[in-house]
Each structure stands twice: as C-alpha cells, then as structure tokens.
C-alpha cells in the first residue's frame, strides 16, 4: 500500500460519491454542480495515470467548457420543471429497472475482470512526455485530428443553426411556430 | 506501484453503468445528455489506465478524440433541447411521443 494506492483510492471514491450525487439530485443546477467536482476529481486521476495533458484537456473542455455551458442554459432558459421538482419526493419508482440491470451488468463485468488474465497486475507510475505526446499525435493521428476539426465545424454550424432567432428577414418554418 | 489494473477498470465500469442508469430513470432532457456524458468520461478513464498498463501513448491519443467527440455531442444536444422547448414547452422525455412535434 503505497501513497499512490491510498490516493487511488480516495480519488476512487470522490468521484463515485459525487457522481451518485449528480445522478440523483432533483434541481438541474445541484447536478451539475456535482459533476463538475467529479470531472475536476478525474482530471487528479489522469494525472495520477500519468496523462498529465489529458488531465489539463479535462479541467478546460469536460469540467470548464462543457459544465459552464450546461450552467448557462439551464440558468438563461428556465429548463428546470418548475417548482413542482422541489416538493416531489424522490420516487423510486423509475430507478427500479435502471438500477437492476446496470447493476447485472456491473457484476458480469467484475466477474469477467476477475477471471481474466492479469487483474493482479499492479500498474507501475510512468508520466507520458508533453512534447512526445504532442509529436507523436500529429505524427500518427494526422488524419484524425483533421476529422476531429471538422467534426467540430458541422457541430458549430449545427448548434447556430438550430439555435438562431427570429429576425425579420428570417420566415421559415421554425420561426413562424414559435411565435 | 499504483493499484492493479483490474481496480480501475471497476471503477470505470461503476461509472459508466451510473451514467446509464441515469440516463435511463432520468425524464429530464438535461439529465440524459449529463448521463451520456458520464458514460463518455468513464470510457476515457479506461482508456488512459490502458494506455498505461501497455504503455502506449495511442490510449491517450483516443481520450483526446472522445473529449472532441463529447463536445460536440453537448453543444448540438443542448442547441437541439433549447429549440424543442422553443417549440412545444417542454423538457420532459416522455412529452416526444410523436414522430411530428
């Protein structure tokens, strides 16, 4: 038991508390709360696995960009269900069937981990170099990388889209039926 | 010596089946797109532990795609919940039941 196990296991455990948390939490805003701590926890965890550029993409695009654009919208747009999501009571009611075969599928996945070859196998500290990860991304994953970005374009140019106003040079169909 | 492989497997396991539980018990448009997102973030964890346990950098190469790959996802989910609350009012899942809002 060293003190990279001890800190494994802590870590371990924040994220799955306040991702239960996330999962469970009635108001929008508490929920994602949470997950932003449970993002910022994995970030430590990559770090601890020795991506430390993985652990920097995680704190600005998983725990920044993406919880603060969550944030942004339900605060802006009113998304939450009204005050009827306070008062209700957590029913358990849709958890059943969810929580009953998620949790089948987590013990076959234990049981596969358990009878596999090398679940023994401690895992020895190494930290990936920030230059060579670098140069070794564009030098074998140069055509993805290009993919990636225009993945990035179509999904800019879809979310504008999607979410453009009325204006008054603007009749079609969409704009007409909101208003 | 960290802990062994197996370990942090589970715990990416144990992640990803609450995110699919979340978002299957979840009525909140919100909240399946946050389950979706847990299962993106739990799949990541095991890539970098893999990419460790075989020293290869192409695990980590991976991880960075999925970040891509999830940014995305939300900023179109998010774009697409604002513009069906713009037309029918709603957030709640089961409100789509028709093909023709």
Known sequence: ?179 | MIVPFGHVLILSGILFFMGAACAMARRNLIMILIGVEIMLNAAGIAFVASSLRWGALAGQGFVLFIMAAAASEVALGLALIIYLRRRTGSVNGDDYDAMKG
């Not at chain 1, 920097?56 to 747009?77: D, K, P, Q």
């Not at chain 1, 306070?86 to 998620?102: N, T, Y």
């Not at chain 1, 230059?131 to 070794?136: N, Q, S, V």
């Open chain 1, 1 to 179: 038991m060293t003190i990279y196990s001890i800190i494994f296991y802590l870590l371990a455990l924040i994220i799955i508390a306040s991702t239960a948390m996330a999962i469970s939490r009635p108001r929008l805003v508490h929920a994602v709360v949470y997950l932003a701590v449970s993002f910022f926890t994995t970030a430590l965890l990559f770090y601890l696995l020795g991506a430390p550029f993985l652990a920097a993409m995680e704190v600005i695009i998983y725990a920044g960009a993406v919880m603060v654009m969550f944030l942004f919208m339900i605060m802006t747009s009113n998304l939450e269900e009204g005050r009827r999501a306070k008062k209700r009571k957590f029913s358990l009611r849709p958890w059943g069937f969810a929580v009953f075969f998620s949790a089948l599928s987590l013990l076959l996945l234990t049981v596969l981990m358990w009878a596999g070859p090398d679940h023994g196998l401690p895992l020895k500290p190494a930290m990936a170099p920030l230059l060579g990860f670098g140069a070794y991304i564009f030098r074998e994953f140069w055509f993805p990388v290009e993919v990636v970005s225009l993945l990035l374009f179509v999904a800019l140019v879809g979310a504008l889209y999607l979410g453009r106003g009325k204006s008054p040079g603007n009749n079609g169909d969409s704009a007409r039926e909101a208003s």
